[in-house]
């Protein structure tokens, strides 16, 4: 390892129970999405984690329709590196207990992404403590709807990102060998919504327009602009929301919900144009198609790249292999900010299996390691162009 490195890592190893305690006291704090009590006093055990520390008072900022945000800042300088992570869960209150298992920790969220959150700080605190002036103010960012897609939160994240050169997503690495993300597939949905005209199925059938068979035949025409080679977008029928009312009337109304994956920004506007054209099949029906973008894709592009190409060599002073990934299909708020032209890397958190699982699990063997590879590229990243 060089100089530097050898001594974040050492610090982090010598606080190793110190940081996974604060994990576990991150995850007592449950705080599943649609829980606003449980999500504002997981803010402020976040916000007390910050005061503790790094010394940093951090700015609650207030959501009538989820919890509170945190915006932490630490340090100072001319140019502005940003960190994102949120905190809210997947998980019921008292759903999923908490225990360690050996090299194994096990609770709602120690992943996805307190474990990331609770990184970040002691990445920071490394710093700190062995005296490294960054040449930056690092701004941390931590929201509390990412799980029901950061509606209410992303506005204030773009804001702040449009003051920073660069954004750190400490999200979970990707699979168990720890990949970094620097590609994610963009996520939406398309509702389709069928009106036929109701007739009786005996008597006099031919006189109905019938809903489910115009909805069969969108279905299959949202299946065939499926493109899955690299770079297309897939365009997925997952759920069948209704459909008629009794089996001897002709159905009148039917409707699905089509998951929609993108991989390039043009995607966006493509996939709307293809529904904002398309037509009813049968005579008398008629289709409507609500599209909703819930996160633009982070492209793999050259920036993003350069990011990643900067963490090459803290992974090599701290003698570490690591990899990147091509496009993945999960998204984040990385996906938001990258597409909003901050250079973006994701995956910079834990190591871990089973998110969104009871049986959701961190690999501590390798906390330490992520944590002093974030602390040494907190330090040494600058702007790409």
């Not at 298992?101 to 609770?107: K, T």
């Not at 690092?138 to 509390?144: A, E, P, R």
């Not at 049968?282 to 609500?290: H, K, S, T």
Request: aromatic share 6%; hydrophobic share 40%; glycine share 10%.
């Amino acid at each position: 390892m060089k100089e530097l490195e050898k001594k974040i890592f050492d610090y982090l190893k010598a606080h190793e129970e110190d940081i996974i305690a604060d994990i576990i006291t991150l995850a007592k704090a449950e705080s599943p999405t649609k829980d606003k009590a449980a999500c504002d006093n997981c803010a402020r055990v976040l916000a007390g984690l910050y005061k503790d520390r790094l010394g940093v008072e951090s700015q609650l900022v207030p959501s009538e329709h989820s919890g509170d945000n945190i915006v932490s800042v630490y340090g100072e300088g001319d140019k502005t590196l940003l960190i994102v992570g949120h905190y809210d869960t997947v998980h019921p209150v008292g759903s999923v207990p908490i225990r360690r298992e050996g090299n194994v920790l096990y609770g709602p969220g120690v992943t996805d992404m307190k474990g990331g959150d609770v990184s970040a700080i002691w990445a920071l605190k490394a710093l700190k403590e062995l005296g490294v002036k960054l040449d930056k103010r690092v701004m941390l960012i931590n929201n509390s709807d990412e799980e029901t897609g950061s509606d209410y939160s992303r506005p204030l994240m773009l804001e702040k990102a449009k003051e920073c050169f660069a954004c750190i997503v400490c999200e979970p690495a990707f699979g168990v060998d720890g990949k970094i993300k620097v590609a994610r597939k963009g996520g939406g949905s398309i509702t389709i919504k069928c009106w036929g005209k109701a007739a009786h199925a005996g008597n006099n059938p031919a006189d109905g327009v019938n809903a489910n068979v115009e909805l069969a035949h969108q279905i299959i025409f949202a299946q065939s602009q499926c493109d899955y080679g690299p770079g297309g977008s897939t365009f997925t029928p997952n759920k069948i929301v209704c459909g008629g009312t009794v089996s001897n009337v002709i159905s009148d109304y039917a409707e699905a919900v089509v998951d929609w994956r993108m991989c390039v920004p043009e995607a966006v506007d493509a996939g709307k144009k293809i529904f904002a054209e398309r037509k009813a099949v049968l005579p008398g029906a008629r289709v409507e198609f609500d599209v909703h973008v819930g996160h633009p894709p982070m492209a793999d592009n050259e920036v993003n790249r350069k990011l990643y190409a900067q963490l090459e060599p803290c992974a090599a002073d701290l003698d570490l292999h690591i990899e990147k990934t091509g496009m993945i299909g999960g998204c984040s708020d990385g996906n938001d900010i990258s597409f909003a032209g901050t250079p973006t890397i994701d995956g910079m958190g834990v190591v871990g299996n089973f998110m969104h699982n009871p049986n959701e699990q961190m690999f501590l063997e390798h906390l330490v390691e992520r944590c002093a590879l974030l602390a040494s590229y907190i330090n040494r990243v600058q702007p790409v162009k």
